[in-house]
């Protein structure tokens, strides 16, 4: 169990997984997996423009794709890793 935490900072422009993934671990954070994101869909929408938004979550049967999530309607699906979206990076406390 942990507490999941999302870090304030928001970059304002697309990135690729991998900027996003570098950006996230520059603060301190990681991006969230597919349910972090999930939770934070329900949870902490407010938070978020709508907008996709990177997970840390490759395509287990190509790599080359990565999920994402939409915060306007909650839907997740999988692109590829080159292509520019939102990023936002999450913090995990475990007890």
Known sequence: PYHLIL???CPKYDMT???A???AASIGGELPSRP???????HQRDQFDR???WSNTLRES????????????GDQYYGYRDDGL??????REYF
């Open 62 to 73: 190509d790599p080359d794709y990565a999920w994402y999530q939409h915060f306007n309607d």
């Open 86 to 91: 939102r990023a936002r990076a999450v913090r």
């Open 21 to 23: 993934t570098e950006w």
């Open 51 to 53: 907008d996709w938004y």
């Open 7 to 9: 870090l304030p900072d």
């Open 17 to 19: 997984h991998q900027a």
């Open 36 to 42: 972090e994101q999930a939770l934070l869909f329900a």
